[in-house]
């Protein structure tokens, strides 16, 4: 298979696809007007969706989820881990330093900050139904814990793993160029990539990434509004929803229009320094040996209970719970596929593929249970032992779990304050990064898309967050998280099989490993030779000959023919 770029144009001079661009902004203006003009009817039509999928598709997320934990821990250490993304004499561009820095950078965002204490003191306080714990209770911790590591540890990486693997190895590997399109050559040829077969994959990828990226500039929001609620006595309603969402994207466009990626990327290491910090005020200020001893015993009860958590789709207990958790979890890292997907390929040329995985599998996954054991146990220890009532808290709403938590520590207006930037920076360098990445979706696989494009891209996500919001919320922002990912959950299927179709034939993963029954059978068969040659030489020597005669006979005959 020839592994020529597909298009005439390098990357970074390509040009934007018209018909992608045109039919994604139709579209996503469309929902975005429906949902401003017609809110009832929007909402009644989307309430419906949603429960018509949890009814009948929360296998297929489950599934699939599966498909891409195993498929990630299979190929990494299977001989195609040792294929290299480029050529085969090429080299990591990236130190292993900087590599990991970066991964933890994509590991951490809007949805820690939102979900790192939300989650674990939510389930503390109403345990999942699968747990059988009761409230408040060390099982319900423990519960607690494990659930919110299965939610945003290997299974989240994994998605994202196989996105990136995909991509890197199309446009590294291939030459084809950095759209998600080009990583389905295999299955539907060279030509039909660029055609309306590619497109439309691509198109789908765009539509993930608005929504799923739209979702997290919400939670930005909703937190951000919460927190000035809570330190400086503003009001929380939508207005002031609204108000951030329209100043932190002025601040994106900003970014955007001046070409001050450099600064977005000082903005990503501010981000890694400050969440650095911030976690280490808690875990020297909180309950230190407590979290100490909520590391190695949450890890071991995950990775205990990690199957059947894997394989619950709410048949036997709550649909509705996991519609509201594991689904909406699972449709979210789906959505994000396609972006974080580009980002970890962009940083990973030159690496093994069994590099690529085991690093964006396990690094993220490290960062993110320390940030939980130490956020969110922190916040389970205070509730417990009476220091503060952090039920109420969670009253108010999810968004304000890690400003209750912060509240019972010391400092905590100083702490508040450093969170609300943290939610801030991260809404803009989502924004841009996301932007930036539909923006090359729409410019056949273009590095450097055009500004206004970019810019275009980043205006219509923070409407659709805006109407979301407006519209229902956190409840409409997970139903359309949802309703998107359920076509995206097919081609992120089909894009696991076009990379094990190409992965199969790539000489740079050697010969095919001997199978051991293969061996045990030539084995078996080699005793059982020498067993009757000893027994009965002259009748074997025979069967030799004729045999060997029999195959002169057939290459005679095969050669004349």
Same mark, same amino acid.
Not at 497 to 520: I, M, N, Q
């Given at each position: 298979?020839?592994?020529?770029?597909?298009?005439?144009?390098?990357?970074?001079?390509?040009?934007?696809?018209?018909?992608? $661009?045109?039919? +994604?902004?139709?579209?996503?203006?469309?929902?975005?007007?429906?949902?401003?003009?017609?809110?009832?009817?929007?909402?009644?039509?989307?309430?419906?969706?949603?429960?018509?999928?949890?009814?009948?598709?929360?296998?297929?997320? #489950?599934?699939?989820?599966?498909?891409?934990?195993?498929?990630?821990?299979?190929?990494?250490?299977?001989?195609?881990?040792?294929?290299?993304?480029?050529?085969?004499?090429?080299?990591?561009?990236?130190?292993?330093?900087?590599?990991?820095?970066?991964?933890?950078?994509?590991?951490?965002?809007?949805?820690?900050?939102?979900?790192?204490?939300?989650?674990?003191?939510?389930?503390?306080?109403?345990?999942?139904?699968?747990?059988? /714990?009761?409230?408040?209770?060390?099982?319900?911790?423990?519960?607690?814990?494990?659930?919110?590591?299965?939610?945003?540890?290997?299974?989240?990486?994994?998605? @994202? +793993?196989?996105?990136?693997?995909?991509?890197? @190895?199309?446009?590294?590997?291939?030459?084809?160029?950095?759209?998600?399109?080009?990583?389905?050559?295999?299955?539907?040829?060279? %030509?039909?990539? !660029?055609?309306?077969?590619?497109?439309?994959?691509?198109?789908?990828?765009?539509?993930?990434?608005?929504?799923?990226?739209?979702?997290?500039?919400?939670?930005?929001?909703?937190?951000?509004?919460?927190?000035?609620?809570?330190?400086?006595? #503003?009001?929380?309603?939508?207005?002031?929803?609204?108000?951030?969402?329209?100043?932190? +994207?002025?601040?994106?466009?900003?970014?955007?229009?001046?070409?001050?990626?450099?600064?977005?990327?000082?903005?990503?290491?501010?981000?890694?320094?400050?969440?650095?910090?911030?976690?280490?005020?808690?875990?020297?200020?909180?309950?230190?040996? @407590?979290?100490?001893?909520?590391?190695?015993?949450?890890?071991?009860?995950?990775?205990?209970?990690?199957?059947?958590?894997?394989? /619950?789709?709410?048949?036997?207990? =709550?649909?509705?719970?996991?519609?509201?958790?594991?689904?909406?979890?699972?449709?979210?890292?789906?959505?994000?596929?396609?972006?974080?997907?580009?980002?970890?390929?962009?940083?990973?040329?030159?690496?093994?593929?069994?590099?690529?995985?085991?690093? $964006?599998?396990? $690094?993220?996954?490290?960062?993110? !249970?320390?940030?939980?054991? !130490?956020?969110?146990?922190?916040?389970?220890?205070?509730?417990?032992?009476?220091?503060?009532?952090?039920?109420?808290?969670?009253?108010?709403? !999810?968004?304000?779990?890690?400003?209750?938590?912060? =509240?019972?520590l010391p400092l905590s207006t100083v702490t508040s304050y #450093?969170? *609300?930037?943290? $939610? *801030?920076?991260?809404?803009?360098?989502?924004?841009?990064?996301?932007?930036?990445? *539909?923006?090359?979706?729409?410019?056949?696989?273009?590095?450097?898309?055009?500004?206004?494009?970019?810019?275009?891209?980043?205006?219509?996500?923070?409407?659709? /967050?805006?109407?979301?919001? #407006?519209?229902?919320?956190?409840?409409?922002?997970?139903?359309?998280?949802?309703?998107?990912?359920?076509?995206?959950?097919?081609?992120?299927?089909?894009?696991?099989?076009?990379?094990?179709?190409?992965?199969?034939?790539?000489?740079?993963?050697?010969?095919?490993?001997?199978?051991?029954?293969? +061996?045990?059978? =030539?084995?078996?068969?080699?005793?059982v030779g020498e067993a009757i040659t000893e027994q009965t030489?002259? %009748?074997?020597?025979?069967?030799?000959?004729?045999?060997?005669? %029999?195959?002169?006979?057939?290459?005679? =005959?095969?050669?004349?023919?």
């Open positions: 298979m020839s592994t020529e770029p597909i298009d005439h144009l390098r990357p970074e001079e390509a040009r934007p696809d018209h018909t992608i $661009v045109s039919i +994604g902004i139709l579209a996503v203006a469309g929902v975005v007007a429906w949902a401003a003009l017609g809110k009832e009817s929007f909402d009644e039509v989307s309430s419906t969706a949603l429960g018509w999928v949890l009814d009948n598709f929360a296998w297929l997320f #489950v599934v699939a989820a599966d498909v891409f934990l195993v498929l990630s821990i299979l190929i990494a250490f299977s001989r195609f881990g040792r294929v290299r993304l480029g050529s085969d004499d090429s080299e990591p561009e990236f130190t292993n330093l900087a590599w990991i820095a970066m991964m933890f950078s994509a590991g951490m965002g809007i949805g820690l900050m939102f979900f790192g204490v939300g989650e674990p003191l939510q389930h503390y306080l109403s345990p999942p139904p699968a747990s059988g /714990a009761e409230p408040q209770t060390n099982a319900a911790a423990a519960a607690a814990m494990e659930f919110s590591f299965f939610h945003w540890t290997l299974t989240p990486w994994a998605i @994202y +793993g196989i996105a990136g693997l995909a991509l890197a @190895y199309a446009g590294f590997r291939k030459g084809r160029g950095n759209r998600l399109s080009a990583a389905f050559v295999p299955l539907i040829g060279a %030509r039909r990539a !660029v055609s309306w077969q590619g497109k439309v994959i691509d198109l789908l990828a765009v539509f993930a990434t608005v929504f799923g990226t739209a979702t997290s500039l919400g939670l930005g929001a909703l937190q951000v509004a919460k927190g000035l609620n809570l330190t400086a006595d #503003v009001t929380d309603d939508i207005s002031t929803q609204l108000t951030i969402i329209v100043v932190l +994207g002025s601040a994106f466009v900003v970014s955007a229009f001046s070409g001050l990626h450099r600064g977005v990327k000082w903005l990503s290491t501010i981000n890694i320094v400050l969440a650095a910090v911030l976690m280490t005020f808690v875990f020297l200020l909180g309950p230190t040996v @407590y979290i100490l001893d909520t590391i190695p015993e949450s890890v071991g009860g995950y990775l205990n209970d990690l199957l059947s958590m894997a394989t /619950a789709t709410g048949a036997f207990t =709550d649909a509705e719970w996991m519609g509201a958790w594991t689904i909406f979890y699972w449709a979210w890292w789906l959505s994000w596929a396609p972006f974080v997907g580009t980002f970890i390929a962009r940083i990973s040329h030159g690496r093994t593929v069994r590099e690529f995985l085991i690093g $964006v599998l396990l $690094v993220p996954s490290g960062a993110t !249970v320390l940030w939980f054991c !130490v956020m969110g146990g922190t916040a389970i220890r205070l509730d417990s032992t009476g220091e503060e009532d952090l039920s109420a808290t969670v009253a108010q709403g !999810v968004e304000a779990s890690l400003f209750g938590m912060l =509240d019972g #450093v969170a *609300m930037v943290l $939610v *801030m920076t991260y809404f803009v360098t989502s924004a841009d990064s996301a932007s930036l990445v *539909m923006g090359s979706l729409t410019s056949r696989g273009a590095l450097h898309p055009p500004t206004w494009l970019v810019v275009i891209w980043g205006v219509l996500m923070a409407s659709v /967050a805006a109407v979301l919001l #407006v519209v229902g919320g956190l409840t409409s922002l997970q139903t359309a998280t949802i309703l998107v990912a359920l076509p995206f959950v097919v081609v992120m299927l089909g894009l696991c099989w076009a990379l094990l179709t190409e992965l199969l034939t790539d000489p740079g993963a050697g010969p095919p490993r001997h199978h051991a029954l293969h +061996g045990l059978r =030539d084995a078996v068969r080699a005793m030489p002259g %009748r074997h020597h025979r069967l030799r000959r004729a045999a060997k005669s %029999r195959s002169e006979t057939d290459e005679r =005959d095969g050669g004349t023919g």
